[in-house]
């Protein structure tokens, strides 16, 4: 039991009265009684001061959720909470859950702490939203679809500590809570600079945290080919043997990829391949010299200049080789897509390039899965399905919306995770801007291109090209903090979303940045509570 103690005057007075009075035996007693029951009220009451808020509207939610209704009660969850599901399809997430948090238990019952239910049909929720319901004595999370329950538990956790080390007490109240884009997601480039597995399934939980639902792989370059394509096996011996600056390279056996999928898909995230072609393929020409128009096979190459090597567009050992390595990376991926790339092919003649993604695209429906690609391929004659990846031009997106195709943002001067915040930044590129937290913040992708209708976003996605970045260091401290931003404006309605308060709720972030051992940069912007600041670099 808690409640806060605070003397008043009548109290204090009536004390003291006594205190004079304390040569009647009598009164002594009573002063006594008295004195211990103040001393131990004040000591009681304050260790009892309970540290999470009572309003659940106060809450520091990233992203900010749909609508938040408080209730103005507490709930209180013990170190080993129970969680338990109502349908057979949810109990990877409870086993989810009960990993993340020590010492929660997984139990069949109805009155468990925090009961997890399918038991819902609501339109508005989609298949990603959520309702979650603190009461006094239960937490329902109840969604249309498991993605929905998933995201549910990521506003439960963001409203507890990430250790489990005592009780705590929630505020009470509902949240109902859907995403504003289907696509929510961030490119990682394992291509410039290579990263394991580790260090992508690290990126995917960052993903989970937030609500995001794509990791887009930019798996191949001019620096390195970073996926085993078992017809083709020079792609990986020749090919992925470096990367930018001559380090020795990398790649990810097929194995091994079937595995970052899997581990994304139980996070309700879908993993976008990405083979860039028919510019950005120095890997794939230094491995197989019949892709190269002069029959003979280029060097790898480990600097940073982009747009210098193409395949050659009117040889049909192209297009075996293309359609040879779409075929294995598509019995590979569960998601419905393939990133063809098409950026930058300043190698490739126009009509080429037309030529060449025409052809592509029929290779990828042949094998099941929708064509994506950066936004030069706007030009070409390309389905309504297909996807176009805004990064520079906006005459390209209009081009797109006019033909009906959608438009995932990632605008250079906004998204770009490779980005400097300023001109001090350690690493990262500037060609496009600097990118502080609110210049990342502060815009609104339904207004972004004059010509483009809402309609026709299908979201958001942060790319960080890794020309400058070594290791997960290098990884957190351009991802952080601006992914949260980009989460938030994937996710949360227009209406709610300002940067004075999601500044506020980005401070209240920090301990938990720390608390991952997220290294993250500490914007001026933001008034991190006066914190000693940590920078690591
Ligand atoms: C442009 S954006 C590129 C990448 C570079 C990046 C560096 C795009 C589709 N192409 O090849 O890595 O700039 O910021």
New binding site residues.
């Given amino acids: 039991m808690c409640f806060t103690f605070q003397p008043t005057p009548k109290f204090l007075v009536l004390y003291f009265l006594l205190n004079k009075m304390n040569k009647i035996m009598i009164l002594e007693l009573k002063y006594s009684f008295l004195h211990f029951m103040l001393v131990s009220l004040v000591i009681f009451g304050t260790a009892c001061e309970p540290k999470e808020p009572t309003n659940l509207a106060d809450h520091i939610l990233i992203p900010h959720p749909a609508e938040i209704t408080a209730s103005g009660g507490r709930f209180q969850l013990n170190t080993e909470a129970t969680v338990s599901a109502n349908d057979p399809a949810l109990n990877g997430i409870t086993d989810y859950i009960s990993a993340s948090v020590a010492g929660y238990k997984v139990v069949d019952a109805d009155d468990a702490d925090i009961l997890l239910s399918l038991d819902m049909s609501d339109s508005l929720l989609g298949d990603e939203g959520y309702r979650l319901d603190i009461s006094e004595d239960q937490i329902v999370i109840k969604a249309n679809q498991p993605n929905g329950v998933f995201n549910g538990w990521q506003t439960l956790r963001q409203l507890m500590p990430l250790s489990n080390t005592g009780s705590i007490e929630l505020p009470t109240g509902t949240i109902m809570d859907y995403p504003r884009y289907a696509h929510r997601g961030s490119m990682l ?1 394992v291509s ?1 600079h290579f990263f394991g597995v580790a260090d992508v399934k690290r990126y995917i939980d960052f993903l989970a945290a937030y609500k995001m639902n794509v990791l887009h792989l930019h798996l191949t370059d001019d620096q390195g080919w970073r996926i085993e394509i078992k017809s083709k096996p020079e792609l990986t011996t020749i090919g992925s043997s470096t990367e930018v600056g001559g380090g020795e390279g990398g790649f990810y056996t097929q194995a091994q990829y079937q595995d970052i999928v899997q581990y994304a898909a139980d996070r309700f995230i879908t993993i976008i391949p990405e083979i860039d072609m028919p510019g ?1 393929t120095q890997a794939a020409l230094a491995s197989y010299a019949e892709l190269n128009c002069n029959g003979k096979a280029g060097e790898l190459y480990t600097g940073t200049e ?1 747009g210098f090597s193409t395949l050659c567009t009117d040889s049909e050992a192209t297009y075996e080789f293309v359609d040879a390595v779409v075929k294995e990376i598509a019995a590979i991926t569960r998601g419905p897509y393939i990133h063809i790339g098409g ?2 092919s300043h190698a490739t003649q126009k009509e080429d390039y037309i030529y060449f993604v025409n052809r592509v695209q029929k290779i990828v429906s042949k094998y099941g899965k929708t064509m994506i690609g ?1 936004d030069e391929i706007a030009q070409c004659e390309i389905e309504k399905e297909t996807i176009v990846q805004q ?2 031009s906006a005459g390209n997106a209009a081009k797109a919306a006019q033909n009906g195709n959608k438009i995932i943002l990632s605008p ?1 001067t906004r998204t ?1 995770l ?1 980005m400097k915040y300023d001109s001090t930044t350690r690493i990262g ?1 500037d ?1 496009a801007s600097l990118i502080e937290v609110n210049q990342a913040y502060n815009w609104n992708p339904d207004t972004m291109n004059a010509t483009v209708a809402a309609d026709f976003i299908h979201g958001v996605e942060a790319p960080l ?1 890794t ?1 400058t970045v070594e290791n997960m260091d290098d990884i957190e401290y351009l991802v952080f903090p601006r992914l949260l931003g980009y989460a938030e404006i994937g996710w949360s309605p227009q209406t709610v979303r300002n940067w004075d308060g999601y500044r506020t709720r980005l401070a209240a972030h920090a301990d938990r940045l720390e608390a991952e051992d997220i290294n993250f940069y500490r914007s001026p912007l933001v008034d991190w509570g006066g914190k000693d600041s940590i920078e690591h670099l």
Avoid: F, G, M, S
């Fill in positions: 480039d410039r950005h982009v950026d930058e950066w990064w520079n250079a770009y490779d590129l060609w090209w020309e």
